[in-house]
């Protein structure tokens, strides 16, 4: 999850998930300061957090950086080899229809037909087709467009990432999907029903033109309280420009081809359109091509921010679990299983930013200190910080 | 000259360097963005030269980054190279007792007592002293006490350079100094009178709590007119400070090993009181011991700020002249001066940035584009900037 903001439709998919698996104890991996789609984080992770712990989920834990900014399935892979280790045994994702079984199907014929997908997808990206596209039109081809699941909406996507994780797991978690509701994932436009999307929510906050207080129809009480306590700090991709911008403007262009997922010569197109853009906006336009996808771009624009190189990232193949589990947060109930968990448990539970060893905790940290200098000019605040704990 | 800012100071010594040398055309060579003691300038280098051209000055150059942000000596070395290649034949300096007579004596005693100071200095160093008072120490064992020159003052350690660079040169140029009016360079309280240092105007321009007009009895008419220009633009460290903090947070201890002038392990001196300091002068602060002088780690800082590496400043030797001359103005007088040198000149004059070739020019260039973009978010200025002409 990205809680990016925490809206309503994260608590219908909280309600409806709990009546599908019967659960009595939820954990959530969420992304850290940076997202998915290339983005930062709207408010710091810890508010995030607490605003899911009040909205009635146990545990919180945070989605490493290594799987956090990533395509799908290093980003399923990395959450549910996190919930495995908990000892989770239902996941539910949202879909745009709501059915299992189309995903499984799919997973089922991409393990079978893989090579051919591939080489499809391959072939569709020489002739300039962006990825999503090229996927979607190998897997439909592959099936002979029988297996009712649209590849290329982001969801989906996600949701048959989930799918094929937890395949490769032999099957010792059991996925559901429950149906979205409202407004679809790339929907600007809220209408006056209480559902809206995070993007759509984030254009309202981030429009001098709204009152901040128009986006409290979308989201749970606890969620309005909390963000607008940090209504100064919420930031954008704007926010941070002027350091990607300062870093553009001054490193080389071999450090910049030694960025982590900087391919093809982006280094030079980065570095081409930055002094002539003063806006990240106009800057992933500048650079943007049929052949890149922007979310493809704007991950990239992540990692040369917090510069993360290609060596920083290694080691990474499906099905490899992640290597810690960072806590950000529990109720009573789940301080109570992580405590019965703890001993049995596959990876280090970090809960504490000293604590953490590996070399893809120091990514987090890093990420983090630049996330808190930008929103707060507090860059020592993941030192300071303990889990939540509420009642 | 820096003119940081341009004030009645160097007025008068223009006008006695006029007097004292008769001269029909006066060259100025001024520092770009960063200023010798390791700070940024307080207003963009085209203002600072329209101003030095409007107060009486027929041309004014950029002194290189590789030379300006530098000790005395090699500041000196590059600015005589300069001056005698624009056919200079007097150079004034300001000094605190204004008699030259000093300054040939240490210089040549110091030719002939070299390898005793430099051992002496190596010495004192090693004891524990800082630069400055390890090579007065020196050269007063050296001479004996006698040779009447404070060399522990910041204007006569770069007026002995001058003299020493001029001698280095053969005399071609005749070194005059003109003694400093009004309050001592390091005193930042100024009196009533139309006197008051650099140092001082610049403490009145950023302190909240006083007018700007306060500058104004200090300042020459056009130097204020200008000043209030650009009122909004103007900036000291703190507006630079957050980007070379981000640098901090994100590079490697190895690459800040890898900056010009980081010696001693200061590398993980700056890297480890980056976090907690919230200021360029917190900072300062934190990182500051007996061994480094304030002017050190200030270098070291824009050093770190413009990413400039050891392997970016090689292949200066005493003597070794300027490679380039980059024009910032002139009125009439200095374009017919230049016209006529123009064509027997030893170095390329550059008019125009995208004519520089050298890789020292390319410092300049990356040192004025992020001066531009944290002054005026215009990092593109520099592309577009020809010289000043005024009649």
């Known amino acids: 999850m990205e809680y990016n903001p925490f809206h309503n439709g994260h608590l219908h998919h909280l309600q409806e998930a709990g009546k599908k698996t019967g659960a009595d104890l939820t954990v959530a991996v969420m992304s850290?300061?940076?997202?998915?789609?290339?983005?930062?984080?709207?408010?710091?992770?810890?508010?995030?957090a607490e605003t899911a712990l009040k909205a009635g989920i146990d545990v919180v834990i945070e989605l490493p950086y290594v799987f956090a900014v990533q395509p799908a399935d290093r980003f399923a892979d990395g959450a549910v080899s996190m919930l495995e280790a908990c000892g989770v045994t239902d996941i539910c994702f949202g879909s745009e229809n709501g059915e299992i079984k189309p995903f499984q199907d799919a997973a089922e014929s991409i393990e079978q037909h893989?090579?051919?997908i591939d080489q499809q997808v391959t072939a569709h990206l020489s002739a300039g087709k962006s990825f999503p596209r090229a996927y979607n039109?190998?897997?439909?081809?592959?099936?002979?467009?029988?297996?009712?699941?649209?590849?290329?909406?982001?969801?989906?996507i996600l949701g048959l990432e989930y799918v094929k994780a937890i395949r490769r797991r032999k099957n010792v978690i059991q996925a559901?999907?429950?149906?979205?509701?409202?407004?679809?994932?790339?929907?600007?436009?809220?209408?006056?029903?209480?559902?809206?999307?995070?993007?759509?929510?984030?254009?309202?906050?981030?429009?001098?033109?709204?009152?901040?207080?128009?986006?409290?129809?979308?989201?749970?009480?606890?969620?309005?309280?909390?963000?607008?306590?940090?209504?100064?700090?919420?930031?954008?991709?704007?926010?941070?420009?002027?350091?990607?911008?300062y870093n553009l403007m001054t490193a080389e262009t071999e450090e910049l081809a030694n960025i982590y997922d900087c391919s093809e010569g982006l280094e030079h197109r980065f570095k081409k359109n930055i002094h002539q853009t003063k806006t990240f906006r106009q800057f992933i336009d500048a650079?943007?091509?049929?052949?890149?996808?922007?979310?493809?771009?704007?991950?990239?624009a992540v990692h040369t921010l917090?510069?993360?190189?290609?060596?920083?990232?290694t080691g990474w193949s499906p099905g490899k679990p992640a290597p810690y589990i960072r806590l950000l947060g529990m109720n009573t109930a789940g301080q109570a299983h992580l405590s019965a968990m703890?001993?049995?448990?596959?990876?280090?539970?970090?809960?504490?930013a000293s604590a953490g060893k590996h070399p893809w905790f120091d990514l987090d940290l890093k990420?983090?200190?630049?996330?808190?200098?930008?929103?707060?000019?507090?860059?020592?605040?993941?030192?300071?910080?303990?889990?939540?704990?509420i009642d």
Do not use: C
């Open 32 to 48: 850290g300061p940076f997202l998915q789609r290339g983005e930062p984080a709207l408010v710091d992770k810890w508010t995030r």
């Open 114 to 116: 893989g090579q051919q």
């Open 137 to 156: 039109e190998a897997v439909t081809e592959a099936f002979q467009g029988s297996i009712g699941l649209d590849t290329s909406k982001p969801n989906n």
């Open 176 to 245: 559901h999907t429950i149906k979205r509701i409202g407004s679809s994932f790339h929907d600007q436009d809220p209408s006056s029903a209480a559902i809206a999307s995070a993007t759509a929510l984030r254009k309202i906050i981030f429009d001098k033109h709204q009152p901040f207080t128009n986006v409290r129809p979308y989201v749970p009480d606890i969620s309005f309280q909390l963000l607008h306590q940090k209504k100064e700090n919420l930031t954008d991709w704007e926010a941070y420009f002027p350091f990607l911008k």
């Open 287 to 300: 650079v943007k091509a049929k052949r890149y996808t922007r979310t493809k771009l704007q991950r990239l």
């Open 306 to 313: 917090n510069r993360v190189n290609k060596s920083d990232i």
């Open 342 to 352: 703890k001993k049995t448990m596959s990876m280090p539970l970090i809960t504490k």
């Open 367 to 389: 990420a983090s200190h630049i996330a808190d200098f930008v929103q707060s000019s507090d860059s020592l605040k993941e030192y300071q910080k303990k889990p939540i704990i």
